[in-house]
């Protein structure tokens, strides 16, 4: 099992839409949670940090279930510049960061 | 502007050839890391340094290796014996708040093609 997975994907939506990406881990002792974006050929980007309460930043919501070990992202009325590779990060302590896969999004008009 | 530089964006190497990808930080970031980005693969870790003069292998460190000799700086040497070597390299630093990890700010990444 991966330490951290994530849906496949593609995602493809039209404009306005609602996505949602899951994500699990597999330590119960991580302790910080992130959602990264990464367009094609660039380095990923900090999108939202991801924390116990959940937290929203426009028409990003992040939540965290740690009983569950899962971590999930919600975008609402996606845009065409939404995107990219969202990646599911996972800090297990110790300099011991995890990068899931990412699961691709393609926003069309 | 403060920030994270790689060069150079693209390299084409021979095999057989050593390389070295550079990485730069003006961030005053402690932490440095150097992960590989292969196509529909997530980041794997090379090696990482917390503190100058000071490194640790990460998952895949055959094949590469590293210096820290000042805090700035945070090359990567992509040696004879890495046997397959073209990926996307990235470089990162961060910073750890209250004992955890903060967000990690990565390079642009450099593209390695072996010919």
């Known amino acids: 099992r991966k330490e951290v997975e994530q849906d496949p994907g593609p995602f493809n939506v039209p404009e306005g839409a609602t996505v949602a990406f899951n994500c699990t881990y597999s330590n119960s002792a991580s302790q910080s949670f992130f959602w990264y974006r990464q367009d094609c050929r660039k380095e990923p980007k900090l999108l939202m940090s991801v924390y116990s309460s959940g937290n929203e930043d426009g028409r990003f919501t992040a939540q965290l279930n740690r009983a569950s070990q899962y971590i999930s992202l919600l975008i609402r009325d996606s845009k065409l510049s939404d995107s990219a590779t969202y990646l599911c990060?996972?800090?297990?302590?110790?300099?011991?960061?995890?990068f899931g896969a990412g699961t691709r999004l393609f926003v069309k008009a | 502007d403060g920030g994270i530089t790689q060069s150079p964006k693209y390299l084409f190497r021979k095999e057989g050839q050593n390389v070295t990808l550079s990485c730069e930080q003006n961030?005053?970031?402690?932490?440095m890391y150097w992960y590989r980005q292969d196509p529909g693969q997530g980041l794997r870790l090379i090696y990482y340094?917390?503190?100058?003069?000071?490194?640790q292998k990460g998952d895949i460190a055959e094949g590469y290796s590293v210096s820290r000799e000042k805090k700035e700086s945070f090359p990567l040497t992509v040696t004879s014996a890495q046997k397959n070597p073209t990926a996307f390299y990235l470089c990162a630093s961060n910073v750890r708040y209250r004992g955890l990890e903060d967000e990690q700010f990565f390079g642009p990444g450099t593209r390695l093609t072996v010919l």
């Open positions: 990060v996972v800090n297990t302590g110790g300099f011991k960061t995890i």
């Open positions: 340094s917390q503190i100058v003069n000071d490194f």
């Open positions: 961030l005053n970031h402690d932490a």
